[in-house]
Nanobody
Framework: QVQFVESGGGLVQPGGSLRLSCAAS????????MSWYRRAPGKQRELVAT???????NYADSVKGRFTISRDNDENTLYLQMNSLKFEDTAVYYC??????????????WGQGTQVTVSS
């Protein structure tokens, strides 16, 4: 059974940092492109960042230069380092295996996500 478990969210002030983790199971993690997504209140889920099997990364314009996606294939874990956080980064963050464009693969399901709240 494919499962993604996100963690590391919390409450942070503007300008602060958080590091999210995503533990994957039920897949050969190293064989898949992985992506982070987020859903802000009242909005649709959007793609945040993608990392390919070879380590190539891509970011949404809104987070470019502030967020860094990485992966540890030995630990089957995906990370998202978030710096210089802004109010508009407030959302529930999810991870998923995807294609290289960031489209989630059809087989699999969303985890519960981890809440990130940026507030003063």
């Amino acid at each position: 059974q494919v499962q993604f478990v996100e963690s590391g969210g919390g409450l942070v002030q503007p300008g602060g940092s958080l590091r999210l983790s995503c533990a994957a199971s039920g897949i050969y993690f190293s064989d898949f492109t992985m992506s982070w997504y987020r859903r802000a209140p009242g909005k649709q889920r959007e793609l945040v960042a993608t990392i390919t099997v070879g380590g190539n990364t891509n970011y949404a314009d809104s987070v470019k230069g502030r967020f860094t996606i990485s992966r540890d294939n030995d630990e089957n874990t995906l990370y998202l380092q978030m710096n210089s956080l802004k109010f508009e980064d407030t959302a529930v963050y999810y991870c998923r295996h995807s294609d290289q464009s960031g489209t989630p693969l059809a087989w699999g399901s969303w985890g519960q996500g981890t809440q990130v709240t940026v507030s003063s």
